[in-house]
């Protein structure tokens, strides 16, 4: 019995020391993957809203310009990593006909406030109760990035963390 216990608890050891180097070694996802959405060439959905300053957001009044629509957190790991990224992003563009504009997913008011001041946020946030934009856009967690062309179609969806440059690519490749 003590030898089945000893046997076990090395086993376990091992276990454990393995996937802590797995985890300590692995290179952190950096990049959003750009995925398929059955919105893909069609018209964005309805978003308008409150936002978390207080003041109001419609996509309809932002045609003519690419917008930009991220779903994140407080909550969300990932999206602390690409909260600097979305601000530098939303200052480089901010008089090149580009709109980024943030959605708060599933998170209270007071942390989603707190997030944005902390990561001094250069744009707008909507507020969205009880998820319906999520629901309209097939959001299922943050953060996702919805880029949506000037004639206001659906033109990628991004899962992940994204970065600056690779808003810029894809921004730069719907202006084409």
């Known amino acids: 019995m003590r030898r089945s216990v000893l046997v076990t608890s090395l086993v376990v050891l091992v276990v454990v020391a393995g996937l802590s180097l797995l985890l300590a070694t692995r290179h952190p996802v950096t990049n959003a993957t750009e995925t398929q959405s059955p919105l893909l060439g069609h018209r964005a959905p309805a978003l308008q809203g409150r936002e978390l300053g207080g003041g109001s957001f419609s996509l309809a009044r932002e045609r003519g310009d690419v917008v ?3 779903f994140w957190a407080s909550w969300c790991g990932p999206c602390r990593v690409e909260a600097p990224e979305l601000s530098t992003f939303a200052w480089h563009e901010r008089h090149r006909g580009v709109v980024l504009v943030g959605v708060v997913f599933n998170d209270s008011l007071s ?3 707190a ?3 902390h990561y001094g946020s250069l ?3 909507l507020v969205d109760p009880g998820g319906v934009f999520a629901n309209r856009f097939g959001v299922t ?3 996702t990035t919805i880029v ?3 004639h206001g179609r659906v033109v990628a969806t991004l899962l992940g963390p994204t970065t600056a440059r690779q808003l810029e690519a894809v921004v730069a490749r719907v202006r084409t």
């Open 68 to 70: 930009v629509v991220n």
């Open 141 to 143: 967690s943050p953060p």
């Open 148 to 150: 949506i062309d000037r």
């Open 115 to 117: 997030f944005a001041q």
């Open 111 to 113: 942390a989603a406030s």
């Open 123 to 125: 744009y707008p946030s």
